[in-house]
């Protein structure tokens, strides 16, 4: 915060307040440090494009973010490294990590494209946004340019696709159940459960009303005064302040496959058509409308699709199935302790992940209706590289992407089931022995689809740091070297 107790948006990367969503255009370019003095004239360079939450870019918005590895490779002291979060420092591939994310089978690091352990280590994430598709060519196009003859190697160009409607590749619409944090609340309407800032951003309370763990500086170790002092009131300076951790997991899609398996499920259970099935796994109707809103048919003109709780309205699941993926991802009032309480509410809260990110390949059908993309699946699909880049925000990785990860989508005994994942994004085979079902709960029994393949997979992945402004020209200064 400044010295008047507000929070200093001048100091944190826009990514975090906002997604550019105005902004169709993206790209993720993933670098390597090769030259640490031939680097800094560059990276000082990338960290003046580094746009900050107190704008509002019209035209064209930058953030950057670093590995445990880069900051290696920026040659921070070893004292220094130590201070950031066991889990950034570790990675995500660890034997344990593997386990825990369920990165295993055609999801093991091997096989990724970037960020496991046959591929280049990669440094530092420069994520780049442009009102389109031309402004970003050029803009990245001047990027690249510049990389080789600047102690940098491009490891790797991750493009974007801007589909219709903020819909994913299986043709739901996206991105509606975010955080509330009340010191961003320009952004949307106000609500009565906002997420504490401290969740999302380091130096703030969070919801224990404490500070979570973060990277703290001895004042000999910032000689030029760069950094802010730390919000407890000790003696050293804040070198997480207005950062966080990003997740950033690139995940391909199998399209004809998810809706072939919703087909082959219909036909088994004739009771439900192949759009109701794919709801039920989801939580929603494609057009972003909750079952627990309107379990029976979409309501595409429901106003807000996110003003709702489960305890009240659908605690036995008979009208959101208990494991859908948006009831394990947030699960709102449903858990203990005391469900349909604020207690419960807290909980759930202490696990939510600011989300941003964008798909990337051409849809299935340009159309990106369920109803289309099912009449086309007989037709040859060439190979295309599709899926979800998907990017998310958090103070603590282990308490929040880790956990929701592990223990929510992966564990196939959430909430009382038995072999159930969660049908989306759960891995198959995490817990040792194949998980394959997805339980409808209804009256006078339950309904259990079994046999469902894994429609998702892991094909790269990093933590990163993503630094305050302060923190950032701190790093690239020398002074931590």
């Not at 899609?253 to 919703?262: E, I, K, L, N, T």
Request: aromatic residues 8%; charged residues 25%; glycine residues 10%.
């Amino acid at each position: 915060m400044d010295v008047n107790g507000r929070v200093d948006f001048g100091d944190i990367q826009g990514l975090v307040v906002r997604g550019y969503g105005h902004l169709h255009a993206a790209s993720y370019l993933l670098l390597r440090i090769t030259d640490r003095p031939r680097s800094q004239a560059a990276l000082r360079d990338l960290a003046g494009m580094v746009t900050y939450a107190d704008l509002h870019p019209d035209d064209l918005a930058t953030n950057l973010a670093v590995t445990h590895h880069g900051l290696v490779d920026l040659g921070i002291e070893q004292g220094i490294l130590e201070r950031f979060s066991n889990e950034f420092r570790s990675g995500m591939t660890t034997p344990h990590k593997r386990r825990i994310l369920g990165d295993v089978a055609e999801s093991a690091p091997e096989h990724w494209l970037w960020g496991g352990p046959e591929t280049t280590q990669v440094d530092l994430l420069l994520m780049v946004f442009a009102r389109d598709d031309a402004l970003l060519k050029a803009h990245v196009q001047r990027l690249q340019d510049g990389i080789p003859d600047q102690g940098l190697e491009l490891i790797a160009h991750l493009e974007t696709f801007t589909l219709p409607d903020f819909r994913e590749h299986f043709g739901f619409r996206d991105s509606i159940g975010q955080p509330y944090v009340a010191e961003f609340g320009r952004h949307g309407r106000r609500r009565p459960d906002p997420v504490p800032l401290g969740e999302f951003l380091l130096g703030y309370p969070n919801g224990y009303e404490r500070y979570t763990d973060r990277p703290l500086i001895e004042p000999g170790e910032d000689p030029h005064d760069m950094l802010p002092p730390d919000p407890e009131g000790s003696s050293r300076k804040d070198l997480g302040l207005n950062g966080t951790y990003l997740v950033f997991r690139q995940l391909s899609q199998d399209v004809p496959g998810f809706w072939r398996a919703m087909m082959h499920q219909s036909q088994l259970h004739p009771e439900w058509e192949p759009i109701q099935l794919a709801s039920k796994m989801v939580g929603r109707w494609p057009s972003g409308t909750a079952l627990v809103q309107s379990p029976d048919k979409d309501r595409p003109e429901q106003e807000d699709k996110d003003d709702f709780l489960y305890h009240d309205a659908d605690a036995e699941g008979l009208k959101c199935p208990l494991g859908a993926h948006i009831r394990r991802t947030h699960p709102r009032d449903s858990l203990e302790p005391e469900p349909g309480s604020e207690k419960s509410i807290a909980f759930s809260n202490r696990h939510r992940l600011l989300r941003r990110g964008r798909v990337y390949g051409p849809p299935y059908d340009i159309s990106m209706d369920p109803s289309s993309i099912l009449k086309n699946l007989e037709r040859e699909d060439e190979p295309v590289a599709r899926g979800l880049h998907f990017i998310c925000l958090n103070a603590n990785i282990g308490r929040q992407f880790e956990f929701v990860q592990h223990t929510w989508a992966n564990n196939p005994n959430f909430n009382g089931l038995h072999h159930d994942p969660d049908p989306i994004i759960g891995a198959r085979t995490a817990y040792g022995r194949p998980q394959e079902d997805f339980t409808i709960q209804r009256q006078p029994a339950r309904c259990r689809l079994q046999g469902l393949p894994s429609f998702i997979q892991t094909r790269g992945g990093g933590y990163f740091f993503l630094p305050g402004r302060r923190a950032l020209h701190y790093l690239l200064s020398g002074d931590a070297s």
